[in-house]
């Protein structure tokens, strides 16, 4: 095996990108070819030159056999002739002592794509794996490097000329990968001053980084690698930008490469001043922290679950003929709810479909039992069973229009699924296919929010569930959840039996009282998250007070039929519809 020097290697195998550009082993290549395209051939000359910390440690050039034709101007260009390639090793020899002579090291070349490509298709070829090297370029680096009026563009004859190189471009292998070490040396003295000095900062630079992003890297240096929630902070510390991740430091150094390229993000790195890391003990809890601050702060960078309070509830009213509500907040009242929904507009587009499915009146008037109203026009187009003129009996009314409404907040919404699409086949049946793709928009809306107000209200009943799932670094997560909020967590140690773990938990958890509706004590997104981490299959349910159930015959066994309404209404999307 070749000799590397100890940081150089210990990187390697560790993290190559860490290396410094002083202790790493470069091998500078340059292919001279019949300019044809790379398919396994086409090689007329490999040069390469081993170097490290500004010492030259060794040099490869041979010519190669390509076993095909040299174009006339090939020769012209090169110098190169069949003559000269009659004797020379073929590529199936010439391959593996390249790879030896390269293995461990980073790759550069100028216009490195053209070079890497010809090699890794005759690693194809031949039946070499591909060592995956990092690769540099050096014509890339120029690019983002070179200030504009510098140099008149970034050939290597341009920039050898620009940096005094020893040996100029002659298209020749061994003397263009000369060339190139020095254009390589001129360009990490100038990627110092800009604070570049690993492989990593290089590959960001050439990537493109943001100035922002460059100025202020240093913000991710010294945060856990453990999970939990960060916080991007700016003038009088204010929040910024809330996120969480199983690693936050791996998570927070992301936003300072060439990955994340959104320009609000840019904004707000601009503005930061300070990253503050909150471990938590496991991904729940780093999630339900991050819900939990974003509505507490409103960072102005995050776009979701920031207004939490902004949801609504379609409310059946308490009078002789219950009409539908808007309401923002569930009482006590005994009413029956319908929710909770993201916008006043999705809510809408449900009551929409309960008035298709059912004979519920939309007016707003306080009606009497014993005074008659004057009717509305919708009660003349046969949309309403007039109860303002005692058309309907109050006992019929409420087993027509209210009862099927309270039903399917607590149990079967089929009643309304079923007049929904007596409402669709109608409409197709005379090819009123726009009209019936609007009644199933309203049948999602309306048949989601049932599935999911059910699922919610099935966990926020529970005064307390304790569950446990295998931690991926031994031990186990823990959570205790009363009434549908995390009232604390908590990871056992590896090799040690969890109940005194859990014992300390349950003693510090947070009190929680029982409230009205599906979420009574957190926001519906911390309730689905919490959901979400108690539904994997490796989680274990450790203690409930009272059975955890859903309805029998209850909106969930309608699931199945909302994906294939989903994915009906996304193709009418798709096609334009």
């Known amino acids: 095996m070749p000799h590397y020097h100890q940081e150089t290697f210990d990187a390697l195998f560790d993290d190559p990108r860490a290396a410094t550009l002083f202790s790493t082993t470069f091998v500078v290549v340059d292919l001279e070819t019949t300019g044809g395209a790379p398919d396994g051939g086409g090689i007329t000359e490999i040069g390469a030159v081993k170097v490290r910390g500004g010492e030259i440690l060794g040099e490869f050039g041979t010519l190669v056999n390509p076993e095909e034709r040299v174009p006339a101007f090939i020769t012209v260009l090169t110098g190169i002739t069949e003559m000269m390639l009659l004797e020379a090793p073929k590529l199936e020899t010439v391959l593996p002592s390249f790879l030896e002579f390269a293995q461990g090291s980073v790759w550069v070349a100028h216009n490195a794509p053209y070079d890497t490509g010809f090699l890794k298709a005759a690693c194809?070829?031949?039946?070499?794996?591909?060592?995956?090297?990092?690769?540099?370029?050096?014509a890339a680096i120029a690019r983002r490097a070179m200030v504009a009026d510098e140099v008149p563009n970034h050939?290597?004859?341009?920039?050898?000329?620009?940096?005094?190189?020893?040996?100029?471009?002659?298209?020749?292998?061994?003397?263009?990968?000369?060339?190139?070490?020095?254009?390589?040396?001129?360009?990490?003295?100038?990627?110092g001053s800009l604070k570049v000095h690993t492989i990593g900062d290089v590959i960001e630079f050439v990537k493109a980084v943001s100035p922002a992003q460059r100025r202020k890297k240093h913000l991710a240096e010294g945060l856990p690698d453990a999970p939990g929630v960060y916080v991007f902070r700016g003038l009088k510390d204010r929040p910024l930008y809330i996120g969480t991740s199983s690693s936050i430091a791996t998570r927070v150094r992301s936003y300072f490469t060439a990955a994340e390229k959104r320009a609000r993000i840019d904004e707000m790195i601009n503005a930061a001043e300070r990253v503050e890391a909150i471990p938590c003990a496991h991904s729940l809890e780093a999630e339900v922290r991050e819900l939990r601050l974003i509505a507490a702060h409103k960072p102005p960078y995050n776009r979701r679950s920031k207004f939490p309070e902004r949801v609504v509830w379609l409310k059946l009213t308490a009078e002789a003929y219950p009409r539908l509500s808007l309401v923002r907040e569930v009482q006590g009242d005994g009413a029956a709810y319908l929710g909770p929904f993201g916008s006043r507009r999705y809510a809408e587009l449900a009551a929409a479909g309960l008035y298709d499915a059912l004979p519920i009146r939309q007016c707003t008037h306080k009606l009497s039992l014993r005074t008659k109203t004057p009717a509305c026009a919708l009660a003349e187009l046969g949309r309403c069973p007039a109860p303002c003129e005692h058309r309907i009996s109050a006992e019929d009314y409420e087993t027509a229009a209210a009862a099927p409404f309270r039903t399917a907040t607590v149990g079967d919404p089929g009643p309304v699924v079923r007049g929904l699409m007596a409402r669709i086949e109608a409409l197709a049946e005379v090819e009123r296919y726009e009209d019936a793709a609007t009644i199933r928009g309203r049948l999602v809306a309306f048949l989601r929010t049932a599935i999911r107000q059910q699922r919610l209200a099935g966990l926020s009943g529970l005064p307390e569930v304790v569950a446990a799932r295998p931690?991926?670094?031994?031990?186990?997560?823990i959570a205790v959840v009363r009434h549908g909020r995390l009232a604390a967590a908590g990871v056992s140690p590896p090799r040690v039996h969890p109940q005194p773990t859990l014992d300390v938990v349950l003693a510090t958890a947070e009190t929680v009282l029982p409230g009205h509706g599906p979420t009574p004590r957190a926001s519906p997104e911390e309730t689905e998250r919490i959901l979400a981490w108690l539904e994997r299959p490796e989680t274990r349910l450790v203690k409930t007070d009272i059975g955890w159930s859903s309805p029998v015959g209850g909106a969930a066994r309608w699931r199945p039929f909302l994906v294939r309404a989903e994915a009906a209404a996304s193709v009418h999307t798709d096609l334009g519809g």
């Open 124 to 138: 194809a070829k031949h039946g070499y794996a591909w060592p995956k090297p990092i690769v540099l370029d050096t």
């Open 155 to 191: 050939r290597l004859s341009t920039l050898a000329r620009h940096f005094r190189a020893a040996t100029q471009p002659v298209h020749r292998a061994l003397d263009d990968a000369r060339a190139t070490v020095d254009v390589l040396h001129g360009l990490f003295a100038r990627l």
């Open 471 to 477: 931690s991926a670094a031994g031990g186990w997560e």
